[in-house]
């Protein structure tokens, strides 16, 4: 009879935390697709640039030769690692997990800056880009 309200008690515990599986497993579920920056580099294009990368925040001017561009820094590959991993958590330490995992989802959700500069014939001299798209 005991045994059988343990039973009951970790099944209950255990369906109601599945359901109430909180935001960063969510967030990481929901992760973007990540650009990829290896075929951009010294002497390559502007409009080749533009094709891979989109559309730039700020755009080049005839004063000042550099787009700068917003990208997601995604990760496909530890997607569905992280939520699993999110899920266990959340129920093994009934929801305190989500006060350090959000944020951390949060960030990764947060778009980099990433900078190309041009010469005149509209060829990549600098390619700057945050420490987190380093290959």
Same mark, same amino acid.
């Given at each position: 009879?005991?045994?059988?309200?343990? =039973?009951? !008690?970790?099944?209950? @515990?255990? =369906?109601?935390?599945?359901?109430l599986t909180g935001c960063a #497993?969510?967030? #990481?579920? !929901? =992760?973007?697709?990540?650009? $990829? @920056?290896?075929?951009?580099?010294?002497?390559?294009?502007?409009?080749?640039? @533009?094709?891979?990368?989109?559309?730039?925040?700020?755009?080049?001017?005839?004063?000042?030769?550099?787009?700068?561009?917003? @990208? $997601?820094?995604? $990760?496909?590959?530890?997607?569905? #690692?992280? *939520? *699993?991993?999110? !899920? /266990?958590?959340?129920?093994?330490?009934?929801?305190?997990?989500? /006060?350090?995992?959000?944020?951390f989802e949060e960030w990764m959700?947060?778009?980099?800056? *990433?900078?190309?500069?041009?010469?005149?014939?509209?060829? *990549?001299?600098?390619?700057s880009r945050d420490r987190l798209?380093?290959?």
């Amino acid at each position: 009879m005991k045994r059988k309200i343990y =039973v009951y !008690s970790f099944l209950l @515990l255990f =369906v109601s935390m599945t359901f109430l599986t909180g935001c960063a #497993a969510r967030k #990481a579920a !929901s =992760v973007r697709r990540w650009h $990829n @920056l290896r075929g951009i580099e010294n002497g390559k294009d502007r409009p080749l640039v @533009l094709k891979k990368l989109g559309d730039p925040v700020q755009a080049a001017t005839p004063d000042q030769r550099e787009d700068v561009f917003e @990208l $997601n820094r995604g $990760n496909l590959a530890f997607a569905y #690692a992280r *939520v *699993v991993a999110h !899920s /266990l958590l959340d129920m093994g330490t009934l929801g305190l997990w989500e /006060l350090l995992a959000t944020p951390f989802e949060e960030w990764m959700e947060q778009p980099r800056e *990433v900078t190309v500069e041009y010469d005149s014939n509209d060829k *990549v001299v600098d390619f700057s880009r945050d420490r987190l798209y380093t290959p």
